[in-house]
């Protein structure tokens, strides 16, 4: 053939791919997320997320510090909270002496360098299941930022590093920002849930957390799957109100709308590539399905190549080991 122009040159060997990639993913752009639990040594797999446990006070720690030493940074925490600590007011969320306060502390202690991310919303704690509080039959929007805005404050006071809001409440971000400046944590730092959707996807979480709203679904404050010029709607607002990240969740069913974002941002924008992601893979690379790793580094570049400048994944421990 007669061809002057032959893309297949950019790809003939290795060291060519290397230099052209578009795309890079590294450790620093990974957060590993976690769930702690109460009792010092449990050790417990996530049926429904095989590799994924839920760690005590000490072996969570223990475990932390060998992500730190494979070269993770930044690490997101979510506590398992027994039934009978859950309340209707969410008690456990804005409580000094919980486990989870124990937990943030303890881990500043072995790992100051580390960052040290919590989520912001009172489903662990909440009897109903919500991320917000229950008032006859209905998610209230006011009263639960009143108790987001003091547990971001409490968390901060333990050595949270960035405070992340995933409830999806209106105008949270602003009174997070408020409540933390005025007791003096104006270094804390606010990564937002912005567009975070009524997805499917977050099954498994709610295995490991046993926190499924007890009735009906969270519609009237996720967002809606089937719309994206509303992402940008919420990502403008959290910015104008003081989000130093933005975040899209889930990823992997929402490139699209990660690229949008990223476009349209002027703060960094984060992704989540979420347990029902991470479940897809490593289930149908049990079954033989499908080659785990190849499978799950090629979906973290597909985040990246959307436009995600940070990752949050459950492949992060195991990318350690691959990268
Ligand atoms: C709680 C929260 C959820 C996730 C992160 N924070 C679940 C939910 O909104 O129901 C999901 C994370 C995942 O699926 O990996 N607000």
Same mark, same amino acid.
């Given at each position: 053939?007669?061809?002057?122009?032959?893309?297949?040159?950019?790809?003939?060997?290795?060291?060519?791919?290397?230099?052209?990639?578009?795309?890079?993913?590294?450790?620093?752009?990974?957060? @590993?997320?976690?769930?702690?639990?109460?009792?010092?040594?449990? %050790?417990?797999?996530?049926? $429904?997320?095989?590799?994924?446990?839920?760690?005590?006070?000490?072996?969570?720690?223990?475990?932390?510090?060998?992500?730190?030493?494979?070269?993770?940074?930044?690490?997101?925490?979510?506590?398992v909270v027994p039934?009978?600590?859950?309340?209707?007011?969410?008690?456990?969320?804005?409580?000094?002496?919980?486990? +989870?306060?124990?937990?943030?502390?303890?881990?500043?202690n072995a790992l100051?360098?580390? $960052?040290?991310?919590?989520?912001?919303?009172?489903?662990?704690?909440?009897?109903?299941?919500?991320?917000?509080?229950?008032?006859?039959?209905?998610?209230?929007?006011?009263?639960?930022?009143?108790?987001?805005?003091?547990? /971001?404050?409490?968390h901060a006071s333990?050595?949270?590093?960035?405070?992340?809001?995933?409830?999806?409440?209106?105008?949270?971000?602003?009174?997070?920002?408020?409540?933390?400046?005025?007791?003096?944590?104006?270094? $804390?730092?606010?990564?937002?849930?912005?567009?975070?959707?009524?997805?499917?996807?977050?099954?498994?979480?709610?295995?490991?957390?046993?926190? /499924?709203?007890?009735?009906?679904?969270? %519609?009237?404050?996720?967002?809606?799957?089937?719309?994206?010029?509303?992402?940008?709607?919420? $990502?403008?607002?959290?910015?104008?109100?003081?989000?130093?990240?933005?975040?899209?969740?889930?990823?992997?069913?929402?490139?699209?709308?990660?690229?949008?974002? %990223?476009?349209?941002?002027?703060?960094?924008?984060?992704? @989540?590539?979420?347990?029902?992601?991470?479940?897809?893979?490593?289930?149908?690379?049990?079954?033989?399905?499908?080659?785990?790793?190849?499978?799950? +580094?090629?979906?973290?570049?597909?985040?990246?190549?959307?436009?995600?400048?940070?990752?949050?994944?459950?492949?992060?421990?195991?990318?350690?080991?691959?990268?």
């Amino acid at each position: 053939m007669d061809l002057k122009i032959r893309p297949r040159r950019n790809r003939k060997s290795d060291s060519v791919r290397e230099s052209l990639a578009e795309t890079s993913l590294s450790l620093n752009k990974l957060i @590993y997320p976690i769930f702690i639990a109460e009792d010092a040594n449990l %050790k417990q797999e996530i049926r $429904t997320m095989p590799g994924q446990h839920r760690w005590g006070q000490k072996s969570g720690l223990s475990h932390l510090q060998d992500a730190w030493k494979a070269g993770l940074r930044q690490f997101a925490v979510f506590p398992v909270v027994p039934e009978a600590q859950k309340d209707k007011k969410a008690s456990g969320a804005t409580d000094p002496d919980h486990f +989870l306060i124990r937990f943030f502390k303890d881990f500043k202690n072995a790992l100051p360098e580390a $960052t040290l991310i919590s989520d912001i919303a009172l489903d662990p704690f909440n009897s109903d299941g919500h991320d917000g509080l229950v008032r006859d039959g209905l998610i209230v929007n006011d009263a639960s930022v009143d108790v987001l805005a003091k547990m /971001a404050v409490v968390h901060a006071s333990a050595g949270v590093d960035w405070v992340a809001p995933s409830d999806m409440m209106d105008g949270r971000i602003g009174a997070v920002r408020k409540a933390l400046d005025e007791a003096g944590h104006e270094d $804390t730092s606010i990564l937002a849930y912005s567009a975070k959707y009524a997805s499917a996807f977050y099954g498994p979480f709610r295995d490991a957390l046993d926190s /499924a709203p007890r009735f009906g679904d969270k %519609k009237t404050y996720q967002m809606d799957p089937r719309n994206s010029r509303e992402a940008l709607r919420e $990502t403008r607002l959290d910015i104008q109100q003081g989000a130093d990240i933005v975040m899209v969740k889930p990823a992997l069913a929402y490139l699209d709308v990660i690229q949008r974002v %990223k476009r349209f941002s002027e703060v960094p924008v984060a992704a @989540y590539n979420v347990s029902g992601e991470y479940a897809m893979i490593k289930l149908a690379a049990q079954a033989g399905a499908l080659d785990e790793k190849r499978a799950a +580094l090629e979906s973290l570049i597909a985040i990246r190549r959307a436009g995600a400048d940070v990752i949050l994944s459950y492949w992060a421990f195991q990318a350690a080991d691959w990268l």
